[in-house]
């Protein structure tokens, strides 16, 4: 089986700009986290959705949001950017079900400048 | 409010010696808890898992105990091999929230030769 794909890997925006990642899950899952990556933080969950709706929801600004398709496919998007948000973001994906492995991709390295 | 807690920031074990890998946590809601490895600019690799109705859980060279009275899981890794050094997190869920992690800050492992 293919492993969770995240694409672009990296992307360099400026202040103010918005910006959409991607995340393809294993086939089959039909849940999908997103977590971002800080050396001041650490690891931070955002959201996960599961079929198609937003299912647990982390403590982010309304700025970060996401969507899932009918295929899985799930999409993040971060609008009015700011330097902070300058992290790895990543996204996991499991089968949905109660104490699940979470299976990640490589993520997305985003720079703000 | 850390939740999850790896006390040790960076551990350095010489090869084919045990490593041991500690977590604290704080909310009694928890009842599933992950380690995961990761590399720099990779997504993590989910290593073992385990419930809180076990106190044990073996995979191969990798082992987590968990006690639950005092809130604290490790990781033990025997024989430790160079291809281990990595940073590796604990994580924690609740039934409520069954996908949203909660990870510690993480544990560097250097293993020597």
């Known amino acids: 089986k293919a492993g969770v794909t995240q694409t672009p890997r990296y992307l360099i925006k400026t202040r103010g700009q918005q910006v959409t990642l991607s995340c393809s899950p294993i086939?089959?899952?039909?849940?999908v986290s997103w977590y971002q990556q800080t050396p001041g933080q650490g690891l931070q969950f955002l959201f996960e959705?599961?079929?198609?709706?937003?299912?647990n929801k982390g403590n982010f600004p309304g700025r970060f949001s996401g969507r899932q398709f009918s295929n899985s496919r799930s999409e993040m998007n971060v609008s009015t950017l700011e330097l902070g948000d300058s992290a790895l973001y990543l996204c996991?994906?499991?089968?949905?079900?109660?104490?699940?492995?979470?299976?990640f991709g490589p993520g997305t390295r985003l720079l703000v400048l | 409010d850390q939740q999850v807690k790896q006390n040790s920031p960076s551990l350095s074990v010489q090869e084919g010696r045990i490593s041991i890998l500690n977590c604290d946590y704080t909310?009694?809601?928890?009842?599933?808890f992950l380690w995961y490895k990761k590399y720099p600019a990779e997504g993590p690799t989910f290593l073992i898992s385990?419930?809180?109705?076990?106190d044990k859980n073996e995979d191969g060279r990798f082992t987590v105990f968990l006690n639950k009275s005092a809130k604290h899981l490790s990781l033990h890794i025997v024989p430790s091999q160079p291809g281990d050094s990595a940073v590796y997190f604990c994580?924690?869920?609740?039934?409520?929230?069954?996908?949203?992690?909660?990870f510690g800050t993480g544990t560097r492992l250097q293993v020597t030769l």
């Open positions: 996991a994906s499991s089968s949905g079900g109660l104490k699940e492995t979470q299976y």
């Open positions: 086939s089959g899952h039909r849940s």
């Open positions: 959705y599961f079929s198609e709706t937003q299912r």
């Open positions: 909310n009694s809601m928890f009842d599933y």
């Open positions: 385990i419930s809180s109705i076990k």
């Open positions: 994580a924690a869920s609740h039934t409520g929230t069954a996908s949203k992690l909660t």
